[in-house]
């Protein structure tokens, strides 16, 4: 109905393979039912599925459904698989390859993430979003996990920045297990299953949003050695 009336919209997207960010805005037109019909059909099995099955324009009852839903994920990834490492790389995957990235920069929406709800229910979101959904279900399977400010373009020469809040470009997660920290990105799809097999870009340095950290985070050994 918003467009209806003001068709005027506006997008960002993360080129992750390139390390930049592709904006859009301008007019746009409703299509046809063939038109988004062909589209559908081209987009991933998984990408199709998860579309079925996501409650996207239906309200959610009350935080509490909220919680059980998180909490059921939680328990499906740890009753399906035998060990931790299997457990938790099938929790990163599920918002990797089940939650679409997918970003429009409107208003507060380029700097407040979505709710852990409105992500479940469009089965889409942004870096913000996936890595709040990605905390609150590893929260509930008794995982440890921050957030991590980084900036996938010019990451290597963020240490050499004047400290600013639009010095970051993107949002990622660091995640511990056995006393173990790795670095995590939910927006790339189709990663290894096992939490300890899962790559990661090396983005140069990272703000944790633990609360604590006030200085960067050096995210391999080598960039630490030049600090």
Same mark, same amino acid.
Request: charged share 25%.
């Given at each position: 109905?918003?467009?209806?009336?003001?068709?005027?919209?506006?997008?960002?997207?993360?080129?992750?393979?390139?390390?930049?960010?592709?904006?859009?805005?301008?007019?746009?037109?409703?299509?046809?039912?063939?038109?988004?019909?062909?589209?559908?059909?081209?987009?991933?099995?998984?990408?199709?599925? #998860?579309?079925?099955?996501?409650?996207? $324009?239906?309200? %959610?009852?009350? &935080?509490?459904?909220?919680?059980? =839903?998180?909490?059921? @994920?939680?328990?499906?990834?740890?009753?399906?698989?035998?060990?931790?490492?299997?457990?938790?790389?099938?929790?990163?995957?599920?918002?990797?390859?089940?939650?679409?990235?997918?970003?429009?920069?409107?208003?507060?929406? #380029?700097?407040?993430?979505?709710?852990? $709800?409105?992500? %479940?229910?469009? &089965?889409?979101?942004?870096?913000? =979003?996936?890595?709040? @959904?990605?905390?609150?279900?590893?929260?509930?399977?008794?995982?440890?996990?921050?957030?991590?400010?980084?900036?996938?373009?010019?990451?290597?020469?963020?240490?050499?920045?004047?400290?600013?809040?639009?010095?970051?470009?993107?949002?990622?997660?660091?995640?511990?297990?056995?006393?173990?920290?790795?670095?995590?990105?939910?927006?790339?799809?189709?990663?290894?299953?096992?939490?300890?097999?899962?790559?990661?870009?090396?983005?140069?340095?990272?703000?944790?949003?633990?609360?604590?950290?006030?200085?960067?985070?050096?995210?391999?050994?080598?960039?630490?050695?030049?600090?």
């Amino acid at each position: 109905d918003e467009l209806r009336e003001n068709p005027q919209a506006a997008l960002v997207l993360h080129w992750k393979s390139l390390g930049r960010q592709v904006r859009a805005r301008g007019p746009v037109t409703r299509v046809t039912a063939e038109e988004a019909d062909a589209y559908f059909a081209s987009r991933a099995r998984n990408s199709r599925l #998860g579309a079925h099955a996501s409650r996207q $324009s239906r309200p %959610l009852a009350d &935080r509490a459904t909220l919680e059980r =839903a998180v909490e059921a @994920l939680a328990e499906r990834f740890l009753s399906e698989h035998d060990t931790l490492d299997a457990q938790v790389g099938a929790a990163i995957n599920f918002v990797q390859d089940e939650i679409r990235y997918f970003a429009v920069a409107l208003g507060t929406g #380029g700097y407040i993430p979505a709710s852990t $709800s409105e992500t %479940l229910r469009t &089965r889409s979101g942004d870096c913000k =979003a996936k890595t709040v @959904l990605q905390m609150a279900i590893l929260d509930a399977m008794g995982v440890e996990a921050e957030a991590v400010f980084v900036n996938s373009a010019y990451g290597l020469a963020l240490n050499d920045f004047a400290a600013s809040p639009i010095a970051f470009n993107h949002v990622i997660t660091r995640v511990r297990v056995d006393n173990r920290w790795r670095w995590i990105d939910p927006t790339i799809p189709h990663q290894a299953s096992l939490f300890s097999n899962i790559t990661q870009p090396i983005y140069g340095f990272g703000l944790i949003l633990d609360g604590r950290s006030t200085e960067l985070t050096a995210m391999d050994s080598d960039i630490a050695e030049r600090m």
